[in-house]
């Protein structure tokens, strides 16, 4: 199973932290954001993960190399330039043509990537959206459904 982690991000409301090192390798205990991501990945079954990069890409690459020692097959995507949130996605069309997981590299979960891999990969949608319910709404990144289907962003 692939996955790709989004870890291309600036961090600015992380700065002054994300000026030396970028957002997805500051630490959560012990380890990075995207160690635990990674790790999580490979226990749930992944076997082949794709790290899109853009700022302080060298650090990434540098500390995780081809994903030996994780047990799983590291590929590193660096954008020329910002993308924008899914830009990364157009990089990889050609090498992400079965089912596949995205997720953003700063954020930290407990779902389990396999049963959601399992569970998208029968359903009869483009997508399926992994979110957590929310009883206040934000002031943006908002999401609608009625039911199983999402209706609106």
Do not use: W
């Not at 794709?50 to 030996?68: M, R, W």
């Amino acid at each position: 199973m692939k996955a790709v982690i989004l870890a291309g991000g600036l961090g600015t409301r992380l700065k002054p932290f994300t000026e030396v090192i970028p957002k997805p390798l500051l630490p959560v205990g012990e380890k990075s954001v995207l160690e635990i991501q990674i790790e999580r990945l490979k226990n749930h079954g992944f076997n082949e993960i794709y790290l899109a990069t853009n700022y302080k890409s060298q650090y990434i690459e540098n500390y995780f190399g081809d994903g030996f020692r994780y047990g799983v097959k590291l590929n590193i995507s660096k954008e020329d330039k910002p993308l924008g949130t899914a830009g990364p996605l157009l990089l990889l069309k050609d090498k992400l043509v079965d089912p596949f997981i995205v997720m953003n590299g700063d954020i930290l979960s407990l779902v389990d990537f396999g049963k959601l891999y399992s569970f998208a990969c029968h359903q009869e949608s483009l997508l399926t959206i992994s979110i957590k319910k929310e009883i206040t709404p934000f002031a943006f990144g908002n999401i609608f459904f009625e039911g199983d289907r999402v209706t609106g962003i």
